[in-house]
């Protein structure tokens, strides 16, 4: 057993099935996991997009060292985890100390946003920089059948491979098919290692029957779905601190997108909550969530352990809003916060989300610091570009280097937009937009104005007089209690003029 597999098991984060953990085979072991191999090879090649650029000095960048004027990227994806279930943004009943210590020694953003209100679009919409209007993904998945990102997508793994990154995803991809030979596999969009689950709806299995080493299926005897001696979430944890322990003398960008706490709710320990007088899924959801905090802890952990933590910069944020499925009930945790709405609404509690930047040696001047500069997930690929020095493709964000380090002069979005087309239904979902949670949905916020339109169908429409609109202001009304549509028709129009130009045919 490699040293840090010790560490892991001896950090009390894995429990049910640490004994067949300890003999998982990793890369660095030279052992043969069963695994059904095709001749597709394991790694492509670097991107051939993209070339450097100048960078400005900023100072919050390495000076020296081999890896100088490029920084570490870890983006830290969580699943359906809502903007008040951590404790840095007022969560009590669930314990999450060590995101909250990264919110207390990094950056805390209180107006950040998800692009989408549903795991597919929102992810598509960080990978490739462009909002939910311009991405090539705009909705969940059909059950039978998951959606590709297409040939010639660029994404942000695309970008910083052109500038000599090592790039890893690890967890969820969620664009093609659940095979190996998959055209819109990560190792094809930009990412050189991939450890995790092809598909959506194989990430509903916390016990998998396999993941997929790069194209390389892995199978895990003895897991069932809901059950099983290997939790697949500890998995993926393994493989992504082993790739940190691999690369940590090249530039890299990490991703980690676990379906933690996404619906099932399966854990393999309840902790603390196994007590408590809640409902099952309750305790559970709850239990997920804490130990995501302890896979974050981890992963700091490893970084200070291999001396990166003065060159690397930690995202934690998420895809969406909270879930409501399976007896989970985000209000009895205050899920939102403030906010009203959940998971696949445009409301505020649907697309608002943590985001946490942390890099306490790179990043002095916003230690301890909160902002509340508006940003959503598209915002990414230009911000690490800037600080790469890599070229990216034409996209909706802009750089958010300037609010990472303090120096203020960032660009700000004239309007941030959503796009919601139909993904499922749940009751609070439904009873919150009167009926119109099936219809296409689409929303922008300009300044402190937020509007919120209905098409009449669940395809989009140009926006006309058959839409339905709401109109808040958030300053005054960050709960959207109150609708001003009626009284104030020039902003409606204008937020109106703004949906319609966010949207290009498919």
Request: glycine fraction near 12%; hydrophobic fraction near 35%.
């Amino acid at each position: 057993m490699t040293d840090r597999r010790r560490f892991l098991l001896g950090a009390g984060v894995l429990a049910a099935g640490s004994a067949a953990y300890a003999v998982w085979p990793s890369q660095g072991d030279g052992a043969a996991a069963p695994k059904e191999r095709l001749s597709a090879g394991d790694q492509p090649p670097s991107s051939p997009h993209g070339s450097l650029v100048e960078v400005e000095p900023m100072g919050d960048v390495a000076q020296r060292g081999p890896n100088a004027g490029k920084p570490n990227f870890v983006v830290i994806l969580a699943d359906d985890l809502g903007w008040g279930q951590i404790g840095a943004y007022g969560q009590t009943k669930i314990r999450t100390p060590r995101i909250d210590q990264l919110a207390n020694e990094g950056l805390r953003f209180t107006d950040a946003y998800a692009p989408a209100p549903v795991c597919a679009p929102s992810r598509a919409s960080l990978l490739t920089g462009l909002h939910a209007g311009h991405n090539p993904v705009r909705r969940n998945p059909p059950k039978e059948g998951e959606l590709p990102l297409p040939a010639g997508t660029r994404t942000i793994g695309d970008v910083l491979q052109s500038v000599g990154y090592k790039t890893g995803m690890f967890g969820k991809w969620g664009f093609g098919r659940n095979s190996g030979d998959e055209g819109s596999h990560p190792n094809a969009r930009g990412f050189g290692e991939f450890f995790g689950y092809m598909t959506h709806h194989a990430a509903k299995s916390y016990y998998p029957r396999f993941l997929w080493d790069n194209r390389n299926r892995v199978n895990l005897p003895g897991n069932f779905d809901d059950y099983g001696a290997l939790y697949g979430p500890d998995l993926v944890m393994d493989r992504a601190l082993e790739f940190i322990d691999r690369n940590k003398q090249d530039p890299f960008l990490l991703m980690l997108t676990l379906p933690l706490p996404h619906a099932p709710s399966v854990i393999s320990d309840l902790g603390g909550y196994g007590g408590k007088p809640w409902n099952p899924a309750n305790k559970t959801h709850a239990a997920q969530i804490t130990r995501l905090d302890a896979y974050v802890g981890l992963l700091v952990d490893t970084l200070k352990r291999n001396g990166l933590d003065d060159n690397t910069i930690v995202i934690f944020t998420g895809d969406n809003g909270a879930h409501e499925e399976n007896g989970v009930e985000p209000a009895f945790f205050n899920a939102g916060g403030p906010f009203k709405g959940i998971k696949r609404n445009l409301y505020e509690g649907g697309v608002r989300v943590p985001f946490i930047v942390w890099s306490p040696k790179l990043l002095r001047k916003t230690v301890r610091k909160r902002t509340t500069h508006p940003t959503a997930h598209y915002d990414l690929m230009a911000t690490m570009a800037d600080y790469a020095g890599a070229k990216s493709p034409k996209n909706d964000g802009y750089s958010l280097r300037k609010v990472f380090n303090g120096s203020g002069g960032a660009p700000k979005h004239e309007y941030l937009y959503w796009l919601r087309l139909h993904a499922g239904s749940t009751k609070t979902h439904r009873s919150l937009e009167r009926g119109r949670g099936k219809q296409c949905s689409a929303a922008v916020r300009f300044g402190d104005w937020k509007l919120i339109g209905w098409a009449p169908g669940r395809e989009y429409s140009t926006p006309n007089g058959r839409w339905t609109y709401e109109l808040y202001d958030l300053n005054k009304d960050p709960g959207e209690k109150k609708n001003l549509a009626k009284s104030h028709p020039a902003i409606v129009n204008r937020g109106v003029r703004y949906i319609r130009q966010s949207w290009r045919a498919p």
